[in-house]
């Protein structure tokens, strides 16, 4: 009895059924349409001319930029583009979004805004004044 009662105990303390997995992350929610895109997925020889040059096809852009290193001046591996309107930049992620650009597979997105700052919070009660001494530290 006391036996059985050990097996038990032991399959209980290694059992996983007690614990649940956990849960996978939220994706980001989708951004809503606007003229700006996010690209993913570049080659660290993209420049900026070359991913103007690929989504020029597909409308008129105002703005295009592919994001550097400091050091070495290569694609940190993603960019943004900014259309004049909302319907071409919808035809610039239907034309590009999977497609190939200087042998990589690029991914195009609607560009989210970015959070505003987060303000650190402190938890410490507020800060006292302190009256300077009434003797000059040092005098006898």
Known sequence: MAAAAARSGS??????????????P?????????????????????????LKGAFAKFGEIIHAKVITDRVTGFS??????????????????????????DGWVIFAEYARDRPPPQQPETNSPQQQSWDPPSTSWGAQ
């Not at 929610?29 to 997925?41: C, I, Q, R, T, Y």
């Not at 940190?76 to 497609?99: P, Q």
């Open 11 to 24: 399959r209980r303390l290694f059992s996983i059924s007690a614990f649940a997995p956990p849960k996978p």
């Open 26 to 50: 939220m994706p980001p929610p989708k951004a809503d349409p606007s003229s700006n895109l996010f690209v993913s997925g570049l080659s660290k020889r993209t420049t900026t001319d070359g």
């Open 76 to 101: 940190k591996g993603f960019g943004f583009v900014r259309y004049a309107t909302v319907e071409d930049a919808a035809k610039g992620i239907e034309g590009m979004d999977g497609k190939f650009l």
